[in-house]
């Protein structure tokens, strides 16, 4: 988005005393209290904590798929709340890649159509979308398997697909809700070393939610949760 | 090609059966409105051109002003004489849309075959201008056989046509002879004998045991005039109907000649009052097939939505807009409709020429001759159903849509299982 007031070095997500409620009946459930927290430019964070800790909520709050009951958020320099939803859908398409669990690919479509899709989505001619999404089959291994349809791919092959589609449109950041949680162990683990190895090459910062500790290895940055608060921000 | 496109059209296809009802839902409903538009449409210009051209009513009827008013009850008051006959074919002549004016006397009295006698009514007309009438029709009404026998001719004026039930009622066939009595103008009772040449069935079957075709010669002798009651005008086009009456509203006005001129609308009340009942039972038709369709699309729509939920968080969150969501759904309701209306167009097409083929016939109401049944096909009704269709599908799909869109979360869709 043109006109974004923000340096290098200015933090790529800040995020104050942000409170989540969920209503459940006559019940207001907090799933996120007060959450501190700063994303550098070129991190690779992991987000992790047991079932109900607030991963996914905190993730869909910086994937700008949520809104915050309370608190101030800023991506990428945009202070959230003053977007409209259009701004906000334009913001999300062409700053931040999601990468889901389910994989959420478009069934209809083959893979290499699913990685073009977010640049139809701006504007972008089928040619050009064609050739970016066609590099990006290459780089996550997935060459051969363009005419693919989702069906017929394993789940480690639809979540490198996912990956590339978060990417093509090269995105300052990427989230990854749980995005191993439905992948064998070895599986995730490729899938996280594919993600680091793109966080090298390209500088993205990646932020990862996870409940399996054995993958925190290969992060330089965990932040844990629990029960909706950060209880711990580790730097290795 | 369009993603959107792209997307939508492989959906349809993904969902084979449930699209192809939608799609033939649709296709029938366009058939249904077509073929029943075609068929009023031939309702309508069949009994139009039956009384223009096969009945010889020709599009304008001039009178005497009053006639239609008091002439029932004193004819005579209001006959057109030949100095005024003739002026008016003069003013005729001057316009080229009027192909023809044609005298014509209306008659009543008494027939009789010599042993028992009833009442008659009778269009007494010039023979060979109700044949150059009757050749301007077309389509299959221009192959009705509209009477049994021989044509009447201008050289014979004893020549008559009997009603068919008239015929029976008489015990006469075609060869007989008998006469005719009435009073004259003066009021002197006048007889006149005649030869039956053919019988014909009665436009309204309540009449066909008492009229009668002659030649006019004849009923101006038995009238002993040489008056006529009308003048039968045929124009070149039936849409040139009211300019040619204002054009000889203002030529009898200009030259003071007191008369009236009747539109064939205007002396066929049976004819309007058909043509409004069809085009209530038209909207009627119009509207519930319409209804059906659009509930149809709505159903299909909102099926698709719903088995779509977590596509349509996938997308919003990769950056679609809530437009863009909407008009995702537009697009797969505007591609069934535009598929199901080329359907019903093929389904029309058929139908049509299997009319067409077999020529069936039927006896509509109040005619006592089996008559060609046919359907018209009319442009402005498939152009129309087409764009209503389009129009219908595409808002059927924008109020489920805009919900799937607009009240639904991100977060929900995507955790939708």
Known sequence: MKGIDFTETSPIITMRQVWKYYDLGANRIPALRGVDLMIDRGEFVAVWGPSGSGKSTLCNLMGLIDDASDGYIELVGREVRQLSDDQMSEFRNKTIGIVFQHFNLIPVLSALENIMLPLQIQGISAKEAEKKATAWMREVGLGDYTEQRPDKLSGGQRQRVAIARAMVTDPSLVIADEPTANLDSENARKIIDLMREINMLKGTTFIFSTHDQRLLGRVRRHVQLLDGMVVEDKRL | ?417
């Not at chain 2, 007889?191 to 069935?201: G, R, S, W």
């Not at chain 2, 001759?369 to 389009?390: D, K, N, Q, T």
Request: aromatic share 10%; hydrophobic share 50%; net charge neutral.
């Open chain 2, 1 to 417: 090609m369009s993603a959107w496109v792209k997307i939508a059209i492989r959906n349809i296809i993904k969902n084979k059966r449930r699209s192809l009802y939608t799609i033939i839902a649709i296709a029938l409903g366009f058939a249904a409105v077509n073929i029943f538009g075609g068929y009023t449409e031939y309702m309508f210009t069949s009994l139009k051109n039956a009384f223009i051209y096969n009945y010889a009513n020709g599009h304008l009827n001039i009178f005497k002003k009053g006639y239609l008013e008091e002439g029932k009850l004193d004819p005579t008051r209001f006959l057109i004489k030949d100095k005024e006959l003739e002026a008016i074919k003069e003013i005729c002549k001057g316009d080229p849309r009027i192909l023809l004016a044609t005298p014509k006397l209306e008659v009543t009295g008494l027939v009789s075959n010599g042993k028992v006698s009833t009442i008659f009514f009778a269009n007494a007309r010039v023979p060979s201008d109700t044949e150059f009438i009757r050749a301007k029709s077309s389509g299959m009404l221009a192959k009705l056989k509209l009477f049994d026998g021989k044509k009447l001719e201008d050289e014979v004026p004893s020549a008559v046509g009997f009603s068919s039930g008239l015929a029976r009622k008489l015990a006469m066939r075609i060869g007989d002879t008998g006469n005719l009595m009435a009073p004259t103008v003066e009021g002197m009772i006048n007889a006149v004998d005649i030869d039956l040449y053919q019988t014909f069935e009665s436009p309204m079957a309540e009449l066909n045991d008492k009229l009668i075709d002659m030649n006019l010669k004849l009923a101006q002798n038995l009238y002993d005039t040489t008056s006529v009651g009308s003048i039968t005008v045929l124009l070149s086009e039936t849409d040139l109907t009211n300019k040619a009456r204002a054009y000889l509203l203002g030529e009898f006005n200009r030259t003071g000649l007191e008369m009236e001129v009747k539109t064939w609308e205007e002396m066929s009340p049976f004819y309007v009052k058909v043509r409004d009942m069809f085009d209530v039972i038209f909207i009627f038709v119009f509207v519930i097939v319409f209804v059906i369709v659009v509930m149809s699309v709505v159903n299909t729509v909102s099926m698709s939505i719903l088995e779509r939920t977590r596509e349509i968080g996938t997308l919003r969150a990769l950056g679609l807009k809530r437009a863009g969501v909407v008009n995702l759904f537009v697009i797969e309701s505007l591609l069934m409709s535009v598929a199901g209306s080329l359907l019903g167009l093929v389904m029309t097409l058929i139908v049509w020429y299997a009319i067409k083929v077999t020529e069936p016939t039927w006896v509509p109401p109040q005619i006592t001759r089996a008559v060609p049944l046919e359907v018209f096909l009319v442009p402005g009704y498939l152009a129309g159903s087409f764009f209503s269709l389009i129009v219908l599908s595409a808002l059927a799909a924008v109020a489920p849509a805009r919900r799937a869109a607009y009240e639904k979360s991100i977060v929900d869709d995507l955790g939708y299982v």
